[in-house]
């Protein structure tokens, strides 16, 4: 379970920091659309738990940076990639301990 989500996390992250080097180098609209997308995961996340808003505030004041917004967003994606991972392994085992114990009744 846990292999699968640092495995999931990794090529993410990759994926991530392929695109944000792309768009950088070869600015084009799809490029800044994947880009977007990529973020859509960690901003709701961060919006689900009421972080988002701070975190836009402290932006566009000037007291974070862009690369420190990429980091959080970074974290908060291993984050809920994991928390998906917990989640989704807890209740296969869950299943696969009902089923189990129903195939050992006589």
Request: charged letters at 15%; glycine letters at 10%; zero cysteines.
């Amino acid at each position: 379970m846990w292999g699968n989500a640092f495995l999931l996390s990794v090529l993410y992250l990759l994926t991530g920091i392929g695109v944000e080097v792309a768009r950088r180098l070869y600015p084009s609209r799809l490029l800044q659309r994947l880009s977007l997308s990529l973020d859509s995961l960690p901003a709701r996340a961060l919006e689900l738990v009421g972080a988002m808003e701070p975190l836009r505030t402290a932006y566009f004041t000037g007291r974070l940076t862009e690369a420190q917004v990429r980091i959080l967003f970074g974290i908060t994606t291993v984050g809920v990639i994991f928390m998906l991972a917990l989640v989704v392994g807890s209740v296969m085992g869950g299943v696969r301990y009902l089923l189990q114990r129903r195939a050992a009744r006589p």
